[in-house]
C-alpha cells in the first residue's frame, strides 16, 4: 500500500504540465485536448489523453486512458495512494472510475461548466453513499489548461466568428 505523500505545489505543476503535454498530443490528433496523467508514490504510473474519436471508444476520456494504464502495469484494479492530474473537471463517468479504482487525489485544471461534477454541475466525491472519499483540489494551472481547450475550438470553428 502507498503511503501518503507531502503536498508539493511544485511537484504538482511539473506533473500537470506533463498532463498538458498528453493533452496536446490529443490535440495533434484531432481529439478534444485533455491529457491526464496517474502518480504513486512520485512515480508516473499511467498517462493518457482523450482519444473517443480515434479509437471510437466513447469511454476514451484522458482519465480513463491513464487509469487503464497504470492498472494494467501494476496489475491491480486498485490504486491507492495515488493522484489523478487532469487538464480538465472530470465528468460523472470518470468520477465514478476515480472512486472505483479508489484513488487517493484528483488535481484538476480547469473546470467544466457543462458536464464537470467536482464543482461544476454537483459535487459527486462528496455523495454521502460513496465507500470512498477523493481529495479534490482544482484550479491548478487552470489558465494553461483553459486556453488550449479554448484554441482548440476557436481552430475547429474556423477561427473568430
Not at 34 to 58: M, Y
Amino acid at each position: 500500500m502507498s503511503r501518503p505523500r507531502i503536498v508539493d505545489r511544485s511537484r504538482d505543476e511539473a506533473f500537470m504540465r506533463e498532463a498538458l503535454e498528453q493533452a496536446a498530443l490529443g490535440a495533434q490528433r484531432g481529439e478534444v485536448p485533455v491529457g491526464a496523467l496517474l502518480v504513486q508514490d512520485g512515480e508516473v504510473i499511467g498517462r493518457g489523453f482523450n482519444c473517443p474519436i480515434s479509437t471510437s471508444d466513447p469511454s476514451a476520456h484522458a482519465e480513463m486512458v491513464a487509469i487503464r494504464a497504470a492498472a494494467g502495469a501494476l496489475r491491480n484494479y486498485r490504486l491507492p495512494g495515488s493522484t489523478l492530474y487532469v487538464t480538465l473537471e472530470p465528468c460523472s463517468m470518470c468520477a465514478g472510475l476515480i472512486v472505483h479504482s479508489r484513488i487517493a487525489r484528483v488535481v484538476y485544471g480547469t473546470t467544466e461548466p457543462k458536464a464537470g461534477v467536482a464543482v461544476s454541475r454537483g459535487q459527486f466525491f462528496e455523495q454521502a453513499f460513496l465507500n470512498h472519499r477523493v481529495l479534490i483540489e482544482g484550479g491548478l494551472l487552470a489558465q494553461e489548461c483553459g486556453e488550449l481547450l479554448s484554441a482548440f475550438f476557436k481552430a475547429r470553428r474556423g477561427g473568430e466568428r
